[in-house]
């Protein structure tokens, strides 16, 4: 954040669920259920700055694998895993992430597999 202009205000908010397919497996049955897994957030700032956070977990990647956070399948930012989770804050450029709008897709993606997916909606 630029340290001089300490305050900004807030003009777009936008979060995103995310969720997984998962079996669900009882007595002799199997099915298919969605699972919430993380979330992204998005706020957009007037001075031209926004701010990412991401936090996840459950996924099956190796320590300190790199993945992706996208939006409408444009890199957002990266996420490093450990232990199955991952969270990340950063401020970036509003141009990252101008595009999000509601509707848009969410996706954390490894090696180009979607790990998870939801859309955002206004927050």
């Not at 099956?60 to 890199?75: F, N, S």
Request: proline share 2%; charged share 30%; net charge neutral.
């Amino acid at each position: 954040m630029n340290q001089t202009n300490a305050w900004r205000r807030k003009v777009e908010e936008y979060e995103a669920d995310l969720y997984r397919d998962q079996t669900v497996t009882f007595l002799f049955f199997s099915f298919q259920r969605k699972a919430k897994r993380g979330e992204i957030e998005v706020k957009k700032y007037d001075n031209g700055e926004a701010r990412v956070e991401v936090e996840f977990f459950g996924v099956e990647v190796p320590d300190g694998a790199a993945v992706y956070a996208t939006a409408d399948g444009k890199t957002i930012c990266q996420v490093e895993v450990r232990r199955g989770a991952g969270r990340l804050r950063a401020d970036v450029q509003a141009e990252a992430v101008a595009a999000i709008h509601s509707g848009s897709t969410a996706e954390i993606r490894h090696m180009g597999q979607v790990l998870m997916a939801g859309s955002f909606r206004p927050d």
